[in-house]
Protein backbone atom coordinates (compact mmCIF):
# COMPACT_ATOMS: atom_id res chain seq x y z
CA UNK A 1 0.00 0.00 0.00
CA UNK A 2 1.19 3.59 -0.83
CA UNK A 3 2.33 6.40 1.87
CA UNK A 4 -0.82 8.41 0.64
CA UNK A 5 -3.11 5.41 0.33
CA UNK A 6 -2.24 4.24 4.37
CA UNK A 7 -2.92 8.30 5.17
CA UNK A 8 -6.01 8.52 3.96
CA UNK A 9 -6.99 4.52 5.26
CA UNK A 10 -6.10 6.46 8.19
CA UNK A 11 -8.51 9.29 7.73
CA UNK A 12 -5.33 11.90 7.17
CA UNK A 13 -4.62 13.51 3.82
CA UNK A 14 -1.10 15.45 3.10
CA UNK A 15 -1.09 19.74 3.17
CA UNK A 16 0.64 21.22 0.39
CA UNK A 17 4.54 21.71 1.15
CA UNK A 18 4.00 25.21 2.85
CA UNK A 19 6.91 27.49 2.13
CA UNK A 20 9.39 29.00 4.51
CA UNK A 21 8.61 31.89 6.07
CA UNK A 22 12.13 33.37 6.62
CA UNK A 23 15.73 33.15 5.10
CA UNK A 24 16.08 29.37 5.13
CA UNK A 25 15.26 26.50 2.98
CA UNK A 26 12.32 23.92 3.10
CA UNK A 27 14.59 20.84 2.89
CA UNK A 28 18.28 20.35 2.01
CA UNK A 29 19.15 16.65 -0.01
CA UNK A 30 22.62 15.67 1.28
CA UNK A 31 23.51 12.21 -0.55
CA UNK A 32 20.68 10.33 0.07
CA UNK A 33 19.63 11.99 3.44
CA UNK A 34 16.93 14.43 3.35
CA UNK A 35 16.98 17.35 6.26
CA UNK A 36 13.73 18.92 6.66
CA UNK A 37 12.80 22.11 7.74
CA UNK A 38 10.83 22.77 11.27
CA UNK A 39 7.47 22.27 10.50
CA UNK A 40 4.91 24.00 12.83
CA UNK A 41 1.60 22.50 14.00
CA UNK A 42 -1.35 23.96 11.52
CA UNK A 43 -4.54 22.67 10.19
CA UNK A 44 -5.11 24.28 6.54
CA UNK A 45 -4.50 28.02 6.72
CA UNK A 46 -5.23 27.88 10.64
CA UNK A 47 -2.18 27.94 12.85
CA UNK A 48 -2.34 25.51 15.99
CA UNK A 49 -1.42 27.94 19.48
CA UNK A 50 -1.04 27.07 22.35
CA UNK A 51 1.34 26.46 25.89
CA UNK A 52 0.90 22.79 26.68
CA UNK A 53 0.59 22.49 30.53
CA UNK A 54 -1.48 26.33 30.34
CA UNK A 55 -4.37 26.76 27.47
CA UNK A 56 -3.46 22.83 25.96
CA UNK A 57 -3.53 19.35 26.95
CA UNK A 58 -0.92 16.64 26.33
CA UNK A 59 -3.93 14.94 23.99
CA UNK A 60 -4.30 18.44 22.20
CA UNK A 61 -0.55 18.83 22.06
CA UNK A 62 -0.23 15.03 20.57
CA UNK A 63 -2.97 15.93 17.84
CA UNK A 64 -0.93 19.64 16.81
CA UNK A 65 2.33 17.40 16.83
CA UNK A 66 -0.12 15.10 14.26
CA UNK A 67 0.18 18.05 12.11
CA UNK A 68 3.90 18.37 12.53
CA UNK A 69 3.98 14.63 10.47
CA UNK A 70 2.02 15.61 8.01
CA UNK A 71 3.85 18.60 6.85
CA UNK A 72 7.06 16.52 7.53
CA UNK A 73 5.58 14.13 4.55
CA UNK A 74 4.60 16.92 2.56
CA UNK A 75 7.80 18.58 2.33
CA UNK A 76 9.48 15.29 1.60
CA UNK A 77 6.90 14.36 -1.28
CA UNK A 78 7.62 17.83 -2.88
CA UNK A 79 11.39 17.00 -2.62
CA UNK A 80 11.13 13.62 -3.79
CA UNK A 81 9.57 15.01 -7.34
CA UNK A 82 6.06 14.48 -5.73
CA UNK A 83 6.72 10.30 -5.53
CA UNK A 84 6.50 9.42 -1.65
CA UNK A 85 7.39 5.75 -2.72
CA UNK A 86 11.11 7.00 -2.83
CA UNK A 87 11.05 7.53 1.12
CA UNK A 88 13.00 4.93 2.62
CA UNK A 89 12.68 5.86 6.22
CA UNK A 90 12.54 8.40 9.03
CA UNK A 91 15.84 8.64 10.46
CA UNK A 92 15.48 11.70 13.33
CA UNK A 93 13.17 13.88 14.50
CA UNK A 94 13.87 16.90 17.00
CA UNK A 95 10.30 18.13 18.64
CA UNK A 96 9.84 21.76 20.43
CA UNK A 97 6.62 21.71 22.31
CA UNK A 98 5.26 25.38 23.73
CA UNK A 99 4.96 24.41 27.27
CA UNK A 100 5.25 25.82 30.85
CA UNK A 101 8.60 25.87 32.61
CA UNK A 102 7.23 23.13 34.63
CA UNK A 103 6.00 20.90 32.18
CA UNK A 104 7.66 17.23 31.63
CA UNK A 105 5.55 15.63 28.60
CA UNK A 106 7.20 16.70 25.83
CA UNK A 107 7.66 12.81 24.77
CA UNK A 108 3.92 12.22 25.40
CA UNK A 109 3.36 15.33 23.29
CA UNK A 110 5.88 14.43 20.24
CA UNK A 111 4.14 10.64 20.41
CA UNK A 112 1.34 12.71 18.17
CA UNK A 113 4.14 12.92 15.17
CA UNK A 114 5.98 9.50 16.22
CA UNK A 115 2.67 7.31 16.22
CA UNK A 116 1.51 8.79 12.73
CA UNK A 117 5.20 8.21 11.34
CA UNK A 118 4.54 4.36 12.69
CA UNK A 119 1.09 4.14 11.54
CA UNK A 120 1.72 4.55 7.92
CA UNK A 121 5.62 3.62 7.62
CA UNK A 122 5.39 0.38 10.12
CA UNK A 123 9.02 -0.17 10.67
CA UNK A 124 10.54 2.80 8.13
CA UNK A 125 8.80 5.13 10.52
CA UNK A 126 10.61 4.20 13.68
CA UNK A 127 13.38 6.84 14.70
CA UNK A 128 15.70 8.57 17.01
CA UNK A 129 14.53 11.41 18.47
CA UNK A 130 14.83 14.66 20.90
CA UNK A 131 11.68 16.08 22.68
CA UNK A 132 12.40 18.94 24.28
CA UNK A 133 10.28 21.97 25.95
CA UNK A 134 10.12 25.84 24.27
CA UNK A 135 9.06 29.14 26.45
CA UNK A 136 8.05 30.21 22.76
CA UNK A 137 7.73 29.05 19.12
CA UNK A 138 7.15 30.69 16.02
CA UNK A 139 3.86 32.82 15.75
CA UNK A 140 2.30 31.42 18.93
CA UNK A 141 2.38 27.36 17.51
CA UNK A 142 2.28 24.51 20.26
CA UNK A 143 4.56 22.94 18.36
CA UNK A 144 7.38 22.67 15.92
CA UNK A 145 9.28 19.41 15.02
CA UNK A 146 12.04 18.99 12.11
CA UNK A 147 12.85 15.70 10.59
CA UNK A 148 15.83 13.88 8.81
CA UNK A 149 14.55 11.03 6.39
CA UNK A 150 16.45 8.54 4.27
CA UNK A 151 15.18 8.79 0.41
CA UNK A 152 16.11 6.68 -2.66
Do not use: W
Request: aromatic share 4%.
Amino acid sequence: MSVEDRLIELGHALPDASAPAANYVPYVQVGNLLFVSGQISREGDDLIRGTVGDDMSVEEGAAAARTCALGLLAQVKAACDGDLSRLKRVVKLTGFVNSTPDFEGQPQVINGCSDLLVDVLGEAGRHSRSAVSAGALPLGVAVEIEGIFEIA
